[in-house]
Structures are given as C-alpha cells and as structure tokens.
C-alpha cells in the first residue's frame, strides 16, 4: 500500500491542480461572475492590493483597517501585487493558490483517515473532498479564507494523529509541544474565532493518559449549555442578551469552582471504574455543590448591588437542574465506552495530582505560552496600528447585534441559539441539518408525529440521527475509541460547538455560512466512522484488500468525472472576445462621476475592486477603521465622512433613513439621486 499510496497522492494533486488550472485559464468574465462572487472577499483583495502600493492596510486609501484575518492577507499580498498589471490576473493566481490548498487537504484527509479506518475509505475521503460540489460552493468559491482555514485545521489535526500514535511509547518532547501548538497557530491565524478550538485541544494533549481529556471538554461544554440553557429556556432568547455579561460570568465562576470540586471528588476518574448508582450519586452531588455555590454568589452579588438585575427563576432553578442532568448524561457516556479494567486506586486524585502535576504545568506553559504570546502579540500589534486590539469587523457584528438593523440582528430563536436553525445563516450544522429539515416537513405534515410541533419534530429527528450514530460507536467500543482518539473528534467537536455559542451567547449579527469549517469537518469525520461500522467487517473478510481500494477508487473517479464536467460548465473556455464589463455597477459610476470622486457604500468590495480612478468608502464600517466605527456608534458618521471629503453615496436611501445603524445619521445630507438597480448615486452634501 505505500506504493500505491505515493502513485495515488501524486496523481490526485495532478487532478485537482489541472481542474483548479482549468479553471484559472477561463474566460476572464467568469471570475467576478462566476467564482470570486462574494462581496467580502474583494475587503482582502483591494486591501492586498492597497498594501502593495505602499497605501498600507486600508481599503479606501485613507483609512486603516484590520477588519480581516491575518493569514489569509498575508496570502493574497504577494498575488495581488499583480494587480496594478491586470485586475482579473491575480484573480486567476488565487484561485490556483486556491487548488493547491484544497490538494493538500484531500492528501491530508486521505492519510487522516486512510490510518485510522481503512485504506479504501482514506481512497473515499481524499476523492470525495476534492471533488465535493459542497466544499467548491461554500469554501472554495467564495475567494475568503475559508479554504486555508479547512487546510489548517486538517494539519493540525494530521499532527495531532502523528502525536497521539507515538506519545504512549516514547517520552514526549518539548519540542512536539511546541510544534503542536505552532500548527494550532495557523488554524488561530486563519480565523481568528477558532481560539476555541486550539485551547481546547490544549486540553486534549496536556491531560493526555487521564480520563480528563476527554470529561473535561465534555464538562466545558455542559456547563455552557447549562448556564445558557437557564437563561433562554426560561426567558427566552431575545430576552437573555441584557444578560449577557452575567451569563458569561456565570460560565466562568462554575468552570472555576467545577472542575476542582470534580477532580477531587473522583469525578474525573475512568468512569468505568464506578458503578452506575455509585457514579449517578457523585456527579449528582458535586455538579449540585458547584450550582448551589454558583446560585448563592450570584444572588449575593445581586443583593450587595454589584449587579442589577437578575432573573431569579433561572439561576436558582432551572441552571441547577441542567448542569446535574447534563454533568450525568456526560459520566454515563463516558462509562459507556470506559475499560472495566481501571483500577481506581492508581487514579485517586492526589496520587494523579502528584505524579502528574509538573509535567502539566510544563506542558501546558509550553503549549499556551506560545499560543497566548502570539495571539498578545497580534492584539497588540492591532492597537498600535489600528487603535483596536481585534478586528473591526467583530466589534460592529457585536454591536449589530444589540439593536435589529439591516444586517439581521441577534439570534431571535432557539434554534438559532443553539445553531441549528435550518432556516438562516445560523444553521452552523449544515448539510445535515439541512438534509434533516428536508426529512421533516414529509415526516410533520403528514404524521404530525406525536402532535409536538415542527420545530420539535425536527429536534426529534437530530436527536434520534446522534443516538443512533452514538449506537453504532458503541456496538464496536474499542474500534471506536480508537478512531475517535486518532481523528481528535473529541476536541473537534468541542471546538466547534464552543465557536458557535460564541457567536450565539454574545448576540452577534450578520453570521455568514462560510463561518462553520470546523462544523463541516466533524460532521465529514463522523460520516466516515459511521461508513466504517457498515464497511470494516465486509473488508476484514476479503481475502485481497486491493479488492476495497480498486472499488474505492472507482466510485472516486466515477465523482471525478462528474466533479470535471460541473467545473467546464461553470468556468468555460469560450475562446471569444468579450467586451462586457467586469463589474456594471463600477462602470455605471464611472459614468456619472468625476475622475477622483469619493463615493460612500454600505458595502462596496467588488466595486471597490474594480472601478477605475475613483475611490470606494465602506460605510457599515466592516472594512474601515475603528475611528469611524466609534463615530457610527455616536451617530456621526456623517460628519466623519465629511472630513473625508465624501463627494457621493451610492446607497439604497430607505436603508439609510430607516434602518439602523445608519438611521437619521444622512438625514439633509443626501441629494436627489440616480436609480441603479435597488439603489440611488446619491450627491453628499457638506452641510445639511
């Protein structure tokens, strides 16, 4: 198989570089048209460009602008330099660059996969992920980070294989620390919001051995869900952001005085280790000490005036009883697929605090030493230049999210609150969610099954898909512990809910579907466990194991062929002179506006990009500076853009007069106006 493994990595590259190569030397049209359609990947490219020339990190010239993440800038620079040649040429670069990332995920996944399952599945994975119409559409196509964020998360989990295969053999080395959380730095670097997911990882080397790693993630995550649960269970979701501050505090408090109170009440022993009774009995008790003591210093803090208010219905009932159901669900699981062999003696808390506790703190100052010192020093670097220590564009999706606007708003819903929502950017959990949905409406309306509602129906369809996946890990314990261990599914998973309920629990607006990488990726990593429950016995039994990789291969380029024909339809070779414009909205500006002319977008990437002689300014702020995002909280971004010297704003005018966060801000200001499409080229006025 190693032969075959070269011939077959070396020629799956070939392939996706020839149809990514295709795809490059298209009709110059099909770029702004077909492939880099989304306005927000022009915010990098104009910025890249701008860099180049020696403007520096603005989109408009003038203001500078952070509202991007880093890695994927420092990209795009180099290829953008190109531009100041041709605009659709480094366009034609990146969506090259674009297939080599992509290839080396596909290799990465068939190794990933191929040594933790099976070599015909590796074969599946690889080719399923270069020729996925999903991940062309939703990654690829949209010319942002997306692609390079997937490759990151792919090494650093490929690392985290290598590490998880040799650490019980051999001495782990500071150096493998440091390595690890290098290759969690660029999955940090190429979004920024994957924090999550590399400090929980952190947790899953440094407590590698014990049955903390796994039960303390599993923790970290029910004891969010349980503070939030109390909240928006009780009061609902549009209620619970005026408490937003107390919830998050909340979450910390009990993590603080939860996993003490756990690790020294045995409660992160093997689980197996216990009975059932035994095990019910301490969980239920310590997770009720950690609530009670939660409950009476919030109530305290309220009492004393150091907050103001407080509902009480949630914290002092329904967040306790959460956190002990969810603190039993997760030891009862963990017992599920516990060894009976532990010998509880040997793990007793103080003998594991004291054989352990050095090579703990070691490791951990190593790991989270570097991971904090790099992300201090962008924060810091951020303040220096830009005048905020993260990106802008965060900061104004936060603070969308406190009013309803013309971005959206917070979450409204449960569903959307736990990112599930099938029905908006929300749904973090797509395609299964999706597919989930399409299965319930049949299911709803024609059983209206036990008369619970559609909503509920649908989580009864999500819950009974994870029991029966949880059925079939359980079915085959050691095969699957295994896997789950190798593939890091357990810090994957954590990671990716944890980002989720960031976005969530802090009301942010205007979530975009190419946010939720690390949610694909579990999902892709669970499809092929579950493929492997069906497919191992049947390859156990063949006599020639060529035999599964000749069929794999052969499904793969039955989906290469139908990959190729989806790529020379989107991007064709016409072989004619085409005279049409790149961008008709540029040109229509160009057409009535002077040489030089400032004109003021509430978007404006794509425009930004390609208009000649004429300067774009973001009005929503996602990709301006900090200075003006601080004048349109104060309702001055009118006079902001004044100094800037504004000459026009090409806006839809109802947007501006009506909806937040513009409201009254333009009002006198704007002059009668030209239709384009939905929206007016409008002249600014000075003074009102």
């Known amino acids: 198989m190693t032969k075959f493994s070269r011939w077959f990595e070396i020629g799956l590259f070939l392939f996706v570089i020839a149809i990514y190569g295709y795809a490059a030397a298209s009709d110059a049209i099909n770029f702004p048209g077909s492939w880099f359609t989304r306005d927000d990947a022009y915010y990098y490219f104009k910025v890249a460009q701008n860099i180049t020339e020696g403007r520096g990190a603005t989109f408009d010239g003038v203001n500078p602008t952070n509202g991007y993440h880093p890695l994927w800038m420092l990209v795009c620079i180099p290829v953008f330099a190109l531009a100041r040649f041709d605009l659709i040429l480094p366009l034609r670069v990146l969506l090259v660059v674009i297939g080599i990332l992509h290839a080396a995920t596909a290799i990465l996944l068939y ?22 119409r999903y991940i062309l559409t939703h990654f690829n196509m949209m010319g942002l980070e997306t692609t390079l964020t997937a490759f990151a998360m792919v ?6 294989q290598e590490f998880e295969r040799t650490w019980r053999g051999r001495a782990v080395r500071p150096g493998q620390i440091a390595a690890l959380a290098g290759a969690g730095l660029l999955v ?14 952190g947790l899953w080397i440094v407590f590698r051995g014990t049955s903390m790693r796994t039960l303390l993630l599993l923790d970290i995550l029910a004891t969010a869900a349980a503070v939030l649960g109390g909240f928006v269970f009780r009061i609902s979701v549009p209620a619970y952001y005026p408490y937003v501050n107390l919830g998050l505090g909340m979450i910390v408090l009990s993590l603080a005085l939860q996993t003490p109170i756990y690790f020294f009440m045995g409660l992160y022993q093997p689980a197996g280790s216990r009975t059932t009774a035994e095990l019910i009995r301490r969980t239920a008790l310590g997770a009720a000490v950690t609530a009670a003591a939660v409950a009476a210093i919030v109530l305290g803090a309220r009492q004393a005036g150091l907050i103001e208010a407080l509902p009480l219905t949630s914290v002092v009932a329904v967040y306790p009883l959460l956190a002990v159901l969810m603190s039993i669900v997760v030891r009862l699981t963990a017992r599920a697929f516990s060894s009976r062999k532990a010998d509880i003696n040997e793990t007793a808390p103080l003998a594991l605090l004291k054989s352990r506790w050095r090579t703990w703190v070691t490791e951990g100052a190593i790991y989270y030493g570097i991971v904090g010192g790099a992300l201090a020093l962008y924060m810091g670097v951020n303040k220096f230049l830009f005048g905020a220590f993260t990106p802008v564009s965060g900061q104004i999706k936060q603070w969308w999210g406190t009013f309803d606007n013309a971005y959206g708003g917070a979450p409204k819903f449960q569903l959307d609150f736990w990112g599930v929502s099938p029905d908006n950017e929300f749904n973090a959990w797509r395609p299964f969610t999706t597919q989930v949905e399409r299965w319930t409406g049949p299911l709803f309306y024609q059983t209206n099954l036990f008369y619970v509602g559609y909503d509920n129906t649908y989580l009864f369809l999500i819950a009974l898909l994870v029991l029966a996946f949880l059925a079939m890990l359980y079915l085959r314990r050691r095969r699957s512990v295994r ?16 980002q989720v309920l960031n976005y969530t629990a802090l009301g942010y607006a205007g979530v975009k579907e190419w946010y939720w990488v690390s949610q694909y990726l579990v999902q892709f990593v669970a499809a092929f466990i579950a493929a492997d429950f069906f497919l191992h016995p049947i390859l156990r039994r063949l006599r020639r194991p060529r035999v599964g990789v000749g069929i794999a291969l052969l499904i793969g380029l039955l989906m290469a062929n139908n990959f190729t024909r989806n790529m020379a339809d989107l991007m064709p070779h016409t072989n004619r002179v085409d005279d049409r414009a790149y961008m008709d909205a540029a040109v229509f500006l160009e057409e009535y506006t002077g040489p030089g002319a400032m004109i003021g977008m509430t978007g404006g990437g794509n425009v930004g990009y390609f208009i000649h002689d004429r300067t774009i300014v973001n009005m929503d702020g996602l990709i301006n500076s900090y200075t003006y995002f601080q004048a349109l909280q104060a309702g001055q971004a009118a006079e902001y853009l004044e100094q800037m010297g504004l000459d026009y704003v ?9 909806n937040y966060p513009y409201r009254g801000q333009f009002e006198g200001r704007l002059g009668r106006g030209i239709r384009y499409g939905g929206k007016f080229l409008m002249p600014f006025f000075t003074t009102p």
């Not at 940090?188 to 990882?201: E, I, N, T």
């Open 188 to 201: 940090l670097f190429s979004r920024l919001d994957s924090v999550f997911l590399v400090l929980l990882f």
């Open 155 to 160: 090494l650093f989990l490929y690392w985290m």
């Open 111 to 132: 190794r990933l996969i191929g040594r933790t399952l099976s070599h015909p599945l590796g074969v599946l994975a690889a080719m399923g992920w270069a020729a996925s």
């Open 483 to 498: 896997a789950l261990a190798h593939l890091g599914a357990v810090p994957l998973f954590a990671g990716s809910m944890a």
């Open 650 to 658: 090409f806006a839809n005018p109802e947007i501006l007069d009506t």
